[in-house]
Nanobody, 129 residues
Framework: QVTLVESGGGLVQAGGSLRLSCAAS????????MAWFRQAPGKEREFLSG???????????DFVKGLKGRFTISRDNAKSAVYLQMNSLRPEDTGVYYC???????????????????WGQGTQVTVSS
């Protein structure tokens, strides 16, 4: 049984930082694209960042305003974990953050919610102004 468990969320003041973790079990994350999504109150769940398998590395949602340069995704296959370092947090970053996994065979990049196979329960991030 595959499980993804997020942790590291909480309440932080604007300008602060958080590091989210996703612990995966029941799968070999080296065979998966791992990603982070966010769902703000009253909004759709949106892709933030992914980390492809093989040499593709990290990729980010260019269409999410203000994301670039503030969030960094990383993975540790040996620990079966994925991380999201979030700096210079803003009130608009408030939401539930989800970890997701997509089985990949071709070194591709995935961006949409429907493409991902497994999801965590999410961790709440609240940024106060």
């Amino acid at each position: 049984q595959v499980t993804l468990v997020e942790s590291g969320g909480g309440l932080v003041q604007a300008g602060g930082s958080l590091r989210l973790s996703c612990a995966a079990s029941g799968l070999t994350i080296g065979n998966y694209v791992m990603a982070w999504f966010r769902q703000a109150p009253g909004k759709e769940r949106e892709f933030l960042s992914g980390h492809s398998r093989g040499g593709g590395g990290a990729y980010y949602a260019d269409f999410v305003k203000g994301l670039k340069g503030r969030f960094t995704i990383s993975r540790d296959n040996a620990k079966s974990a994925v991380y999201l370092q979030m700096n210079s947090l803003r009130p608009e970053d408030t939401g539930v953050y989800y970890c997701a996994a997509k089985r990949d065979y071709f070194g591709q990049f995935y961006y949409t919610r429907a493409e991902f196979d497994y999801w965590g329960q999410g961790t709440q991030v609240t940024v106060s102004s």
